[in-house]
């Protein structure tokens, strides 16, 4: 399939100063966009200047959230070549969404080359600050026009582009996250491990309570025993307790993410010991009590690796590593970010150059 190239007639101003970029609030001049029906497939592949779309009230995806996105990043190296990291990684997870959500399947190849030829056109919004990036989220939804609760005959992909800074206004400083037993994110048998946005609303509700407390964000227990952890919503969850690094077991409630697994492939490549496994809350909690070495990191695309300071859980607030940046967690976030920004070799294979 040709994808088709439409250019803006005018082209917005870039930001001035790229250190206050904060996340996704800034958009580009273009977007990717691809429809589906029974008949063509998928079809209609088009570059075309960035802007609203128009929808009927009664289109499915705004009804029952019949929608996948993913989130990935393209980066400017020091040379000023652009590069993604693992893509392909998306696009395949992108697909186990589309399977649990009854979307139809994409082409991974073409979405890629399809997206690589959004960011050559797009290259000089990529920006160079320290810590910054072009955040990539393509997204799928359900744009049958009715009712009746059943999965949509059509759909539309696009790709929107935003220049981005640090995703918690932290930056880099720890965050302080909040452990509930009150909430639930996904249990067995549902869709947690899709990256749907039925997951993220059922995160808000809690998540406006931890805001309220001070907190940054939720960490998720099970939702059967509440007593094991399973993520954090915007990023997955690491626990380095003397020395070995645990994350929870992919379960089918926790989102599989890219980074997540890069942290695995990278401990295992270093010979650090690291068990996917279940590990509770109170496993943690009687850790850092008992003066073993904690520390806790979260792992995302747009959080990257986030130190976690304090977490409150059952109405303690618990310092994590007298609340520093824990060595091994310093080592993962200079690792990644020094293979995310060329500076370093790429060892596993996971750079794709645009
Ligand atoms: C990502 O890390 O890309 C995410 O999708 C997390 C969040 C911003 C929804």
């Known amino acids: 399939m040709e994808v088709t190239v439409k250019k803006a007639d005018t082209l917005k101003t870039k930001p001035a100063d790229q250190s206050k970029l904060g996340f996704g609030q800034i958009f580009t001049d273009h977007m990717f966009n691809m429809d589906y029906n029974p008949e063509k497939g998928w079809h209609n592949a088009r570059i075309e200047p960035y802007g609203p779309i128009q929808m009927d009230?009664?289109?499915?995806?705004?009804h029952y959230g019949q929608a996948?996105?993913?989130?990935?990043?393209?980066?400017?190296?020091?040379?000023g070549d652009i590069q993604l990291f693992r893509p392909r990684e998306n696009f395949h997870r992108a697909n186990a969404s589309n399977r649990m959500l009854c979307i139809p399947q994409m082409d991974e190849g073409f979405v890629l080359d399809a997206l690589k030829e959004l960011l050559r056109l797009e290259k000089d919004w990529i920006p160079s600050a320290p810590g910054t990036s072009l955040y990539i989220r393509p997204t799928i939804i359900a744009t049958d026009v009715f009712l009746g609760v059943r999965a949509s005959d059509t759909y539309r992909f696009f790709i929107i582009l935003s220049?981005?800074?640090?995703?918690?206004?932290?930056?880099?400083?720890?965050?302080?996250?909040?452990?509930?037993?009150?909430h639930v994110r996904a249990v067995r048998g549902g869709i947690g491990e899709a990256k749907t946005p039925g997951n993220y609303a059922a995160s808000l509700y809690a998540g406006e309570k931890?805001?309220?407390?001070?907190?940054?964000?939720?960490?998720?227990?099970?939702?059967?025993e509440q007593k094991y952890v399973e993520e954090v919503g915007s990023m997955n969850i690491f626990f380095a307790i003397d020395g070995e690094l645990?994350?929870?077991?992919?379960?089918?409630?926790?989102?599989?993410?890219?980074?997540?697994?890069?942290?695995?492939?990278?401990?295992?490549?270093?010979?650090?010991?690291?068990?996917?496994?279940?590990?509770s809350i109170d496993e943690v909690v009687e850790a850092q009590?008992?003066?073993?070495?904690?520390?806790?990191?979260?792992?995302?695309?747009?959080?990257v690796i986030s130190p976690v300071g304090t977490i409150r859980y059952n109405d303690e607030d618990i310092s994590i590593g007298n609340n520093d940046v824990g060595p091994l967690t310093l080592k993962f976030y200079n690792a990644l970010t020094d293979i995310q920004y060329g500076r370093a070799e790429d060892p596993l294979g996971w750079i794709e150059k645009v």
């Not at 996105?69 to 980066?75: D, L, Q, R, V």
């Open 57 to 62: 009230p009664a289109t499915m995806v705004l």
């Open 163 to 182: 220049p981005v800074g640090a995703y918690y206004p932290e930056g880099f400083n720890p965050v302080k996250i909040w452990v509930t037993k009150r």
């Open 246 to 279: 645990i994350t929870p077991v992919l379960n089918g409630s926790i989102l599989p993410g890219v980074t997540r697994d890069s942290v695995i492939a990278l401990a295992r490549l270093w010979n650090i010991p690291c068990a996917e496994r279940r590990i």
């Open 210 to 224: 931890a805001h309220e407390e001070g907190f940054t964000q939720v960490l998720w227990l099970d939702g059967v």
């Open 289 to 303: 009590k008992a003066g073993k070495n904690v520390e806790i990191f979260g792992s995302g695309t747009a959080a």
């Open 68 to 79: 996948i996105f993913e989130g990935m990043k393209a980066y400017r190296t020091e040379k």
